[in-house]
């Protein structure tokens, strides 16, 4: 299913019940929306289909581009592209889709570029230069979009263990990746010795149980659209706000009763908006399939209006 619910904050109440309720019949992998227009919304699915919205009508319509041979993991839009998608499937390709053509006959759009990789496709984002992409086996390649078939970078993620997010920073200089293990990358395009000696990693939803840690998976990434400053979101309940520059931690919200599975943030006519995403995930911790899992809780969306200054970085002394 895919809803549709309005953010507008001078109406609470007509927050409270979706706008819009799309049946699918196909469960979805992701969602994204057409920065150029801010009309039109696409989703892709296990099938490996990308499909546009039709917010007007309420239905899914037509596959864009060539279906991959697997299920799709991520979809984003390319800033300042009007009108480029990207696509990154478990088939090992990631696919470029221009939204704009209307020359592909039932398809309804072409394909600009399809991109074959040496692994699947785990998460990816984009600046309006670069397309970012991890993969299993700790593998991230950087595509300069003038050259969208060959990667400009490959390098070894700096994280040990499996990526869950990767989110692009708002100033187009990096990207922050995190993993399974409860640790946040911040990392650089600039492949100059002196910018790469500003990369670095740290530990965050770990909660200290003896002599341990109690180790949450990082699920969700969000920059700061006027602050630059980052959102964390993980299995241990709980929504970070940090520093990347000083390195501190600015912010833990309030415990949620439930994992929190993705949040994205956005700035509009003045106000800072958190949508935060959350669902019970308990079943990754079974000790097997055949284990007695009780049923799931309901899943549950918020919108946190954020302050003037909330997410600003704190000023040196």
């Known amino acids: 299913m895919v809803h549709l619910y309005s953010t507008d904050p001078n109406s609470p109440s007509s927050r409270e019940e979706a706008l819009l309720k799309i049946d699918t019949q196909i469960p979805i992998t992701d969602v994204t929306w057409d920065g150029f227009t801010g009309k039109k919304a696409?989703?892709?699915?296990?099938?490996?289909?990308?499909?546009?919205?039709?917010?007007?009508?309420?239905?899914?319509?037509?596959?864009?581009?060539?279906?991959?041979?697997?299920?799709?993991?991520?979809?984003?839009?390319?800033?300042?592209?009007?009108?480029?998608?990207?696509?990154?499937?478990?088939?090992?390709?990631?696919?470029?889709?221009?939204?704009?053509?209307?020359?592909?006959?039932s398809n309804g759009s072409q394909t600009a570029f399809l991109t074959k990789l040496p692994e699947k496709v785990l998460a990816l984002d984009a600046t309006e230069n670069n397309v970012v992409v991890a993969m299993t086996n700790r593998l991230v390649h950087i595509y300069d979009i003038r050259n969208p078939t060959s990667p400009s970078q490959i390098r070894e993620s700096s994280l040990k263990y499996q990526t869950r997010s990767i989110k692009c920073m708002p100033n187009g200089k990096g990207y922050a990746q995190s993993s399974i293990e409860g640790r946040v990358a911040i990392e650089y395009f600039d492949p100059s010795p002196k910018i790469q000696a500003e990369k670095y990693a740290f530990?965050?939803?770990?909660?200290?149980?003896?002599?341990?840690?109690?180790?949450?998976?990082?699920?969700?990434?969000?920059?700061?659209?006027?602050?630059?400053?980052?959102?964390?979101?993980?299995?241990?309940?709980?929504?970070?706000?940090?520093?990347?520059?000083?390195?501190?931690?600015?912010?833990?919200?309030?415990?949620?009763?439930?994992?929190?599975?993705?949040?994205?943030?956005?700035?509009?006519?003045g106000n800072s908006i958190l949508a935060i995403a959350t669902s019970d995930d308990s079943f990754k911790t079974s000790p097997s399939i055949e284990s007695q899992i009780p049923k799931p809780g309901k899943s549950s969306i918020f919108l946190k209006y954020l302050g003037d200054n909330e997410g600003q970085p704190k000023q040196k002394q």
């Open 42 to 105: 696409f989703l892709s699915n296990v099938q490996g289909e990308v499909k546009e919205i039709d917010l007007e009508n309420g239905r899914a319509t037509n596959v864009i581009g060539t279906r991959h041979d697997s299920g799709i993991q991520a979809l984003t839009y390319i800033p300042n592209s009007k009108g480029i998608l990207v696509s990154g499937s478990w088939d090992k390709s990631i696919q470029y889709l221009d939204c704009r053509s209307s020359n592909n006959g």
């Open 203 to 269: 530990k965050c939803h770990r909660l200290p149980c003896s002599d341990v840690d109690l180790v949450s998976s990082v699920n969700s990434l969000s920059f700061h659209k006027k602050f630059g400053t980052m959102f964390t979101a993980g299995s241990d309940c709980y929504v970070c706000l940090w520093d990347q520059k000083s390195k501190k931690r600015l912010r833990q919200y309030p415990k949620f009763d439930q994992s929190v599975v993705c949040l994205d943030t956005d700035y509009k006519d």
